[in-house]
């Protein structure tokens, strides 16, 4: 059986254990083994350094073990991913994982921004408040992201694991 490593912001969710324990029942479901970061034993009784550099080795050993990534990468704290859960996708295609993200919205990335929020520029397109070139690549993520992404799709963590249980 394939093992899939549940990437995401869930861990930071009041209910995280649930989540993760639903997840992986799901991924039984449609034959898969689940593995979520919450199920690593850490040690908490030591300093925070420690107990981060444990969480961060036990993570990339579930990646390691992984076959699949499925990572949650709607906006997070901003209009972006979960900072950790890039770099989990990125380190994931690195080792020739197939990687697949969920979004609530799949539009492109631009249309994050407000007009409010925005300045047409004739020469550079769509710059933010600060001045910075916004990329428009028709993608919902930006294009470092988004091309190394197997497929992003339209919905949630089943969602996702219904299209690769049918390939």
Not at 5 to 31: H, M, R, T
Request: with cysteine; glycine share 6%.
């Amino acid at each position: 059986m394939q093992k899939i490593y549940i990437a995401g912001p869930d861990v930071f969710e009041l209910n995280s254990i649930e989540i993760g324990q639903k997840y992986k029942k799901l991924c039984q479901k449609y034959g898969f083994i689940g593995l979520y970061p919450l199920d690593n034993e850490v040690n908490f009784n030591q300093n925070p350094q420690k107990i981060a550099k444990d969480i961060y080795k036990a993570n990339i050993n579930l990646i390691h073990e992984s076959d699949i990534v499925i990572a949650n990468l709607n906006s997070f704290r901003g209009k972006e991913a979960d900072s950790g859960t890039v770099w989990e996708c990125g380190y994931a295609h690195a080792l020739g994982k197939k990687v697949y993200a969920y979004m609530k919205k799949t539009h492109p990335y631009i249309q994050n921004f407000q007009n409010d929020e925005t300045i047409l520029n004739k020469t550079h397109g769509v710059l933010d408040l600060d001045n910075r070139v916004i990329e428009n690549f028709n993608l919902p993520l930006n294009l470092m992201l988004g091309c190394s992404i197997e497929k992003i799709i339209k919905g949630d963590f089943e969602t996702v694991l219904k299209e690769i249980s049918e390939t």
